[in-house]
């Protein structure tokens, strides 16, 4: 909490001795780091109150990368999608704090406005080219052998819906999921040779509890979060990840999905025409998405028994809506 302090004495100047300092964690998910929010209210030396904010988050392992994710990839090529790095601190090797601009949420839940959901594809897309025509290089990461970690966990985590009537739709997409987990290593490769897509710099963990929209310039605007998981990969992963996203709660975003696929492709200057390989590979796409996580994180939400009835039915319904992307990639890969 010392270095958020220091960090936000660099922003605002000395603080006052009667600072009042409020420290709040929040939740994690299958695989994050310690995360809080340090808040300091203070008044400034003509009497007026002030209220600063940061956000403090612990890395370490892999996850450190997210720094050199942070400086070098999102700061220079995302810089309007992303919070602003405000300090990077090593206290000991292998660990890392990041000090990352809090962001004030400007709606709970903004994706009733399906326009919304097309801003951030074109803020993507402007994202996806600029770090392609970088070459930057990004931190290393065998993303691969993690998704292989992630494939089989979440493959056991179906075969057990089986022995529960209520989820056993869910196992219905098991031969499919075996099958997929045997051929990922072409599947990226026909990912990766996709136009007009290729391979370049992703965020790789698009979704819509790590998007926010705050107020901007008198507009509303989002904020991509959580940088951790970006690697070199294909720009359709990120748009898939998102579309599937917003379809498992909303529908409009579902019922307009090839309309936002398509406003991605104008802005980077191609036809708005879906074609079949494009459409192979978003649900080739979708279903490593699915099986790096998404899934399995929906099926722990479903026999989650902290959760109350409601939230567990729509965590359901999101799992489903997992499987279905799985079935359709299979569908496509054995064409």
Not at 38 to 67: I, N, Q, S, Y
Not at 242 to 267: P, V
Request: with cysteine; charged share 30%; glycine share 6%.
């Amino acid at each position: 909490m010392e270095f958020a302090l220091d960090t936000i004495r660099t922003v605002a100047g000395e603080l006052p001795a009667e600072a009042a300092v409020e420290c709040r964690r929040f939740p994690g998910g299958l695989e994050s780091s310690r995360v809080g929010e340090v808040t300091v209210r203070f008044c400034d030396r003509h009497g007026r109150p002030r209220l600063l904010r940061t956000v403090l988050k612990e890395l370490d392992g892999w996850m450190v990368r997210e720094a050199s994710i942070y400086r070098n990839l999102a700061t220079k090529y995302a810089r309007e999608l992303s919070p602003q790095l405000l300090g990077v601190m090593h206290p000991e090797p292998g660990k890392v704090f990041l000090c990352i601009e809090a962001i004030r949420r400007a709606k709970a839940w903004p994706w009733q406005d399906v326009e919304l959901a097309g801003d951030l594809l074109r803020w993507l897309a402007r994202f996806h080219l600029e770090a392609k025509q970088a070459h930057i290089a990004v931190p290393c990461w065998d993303f691969e052998a993690r998704l292989e970690e992630m494939a089989y966990l979440t493959q056991a985590a179906v075969a057990g819906c089986r022995k529960d009537p209520d989820l056993q739709p869910l196992a219905r997409s098991l031969p499919a999921i075996r099958r997929l987990i045997l051929q990922q290593k072409r599947l990226r490769e026909q990912l990766c040779g996709e136009a007009p897509f290729g391979e370049g710099p992703i965020h790789g963990d698009v979704h819509s509890g790590n998007v926010l929209i705050r107020h901007r310039q008198s507009r509303l605007s989002p904020i991509l979060l959580d940088w951790g998981r970006a690697r070199v990969g294909s720009p359709i992963e990120d748009i898939s990840s998102w579309l599937q996203s917003l379809g498992c709660y909303e529908w409009e975003a579902k019922r307009r999905h090839d309309k936002l696929l398509c406003d991605y492709l104008s802005e980077i200057g191609q036809e708005r025409k879906i074609t079949s390989s494009l459409r192979a590979a978003y649900w080739v796409a979708g279903a490593r998405n699915a099986l790096a996580g998404a899934l399995l994180h929906f099926i722990c939400a479903v026999k989650d028994e902290k959760r109350n009835k409601r939230e567990r039915a729509e965590a359901f319904r999101a799992a489903q809506n997992w499987t279905r992307v799985i079935l359709r990639a299979d569908a496509y890969s054995r064409a």
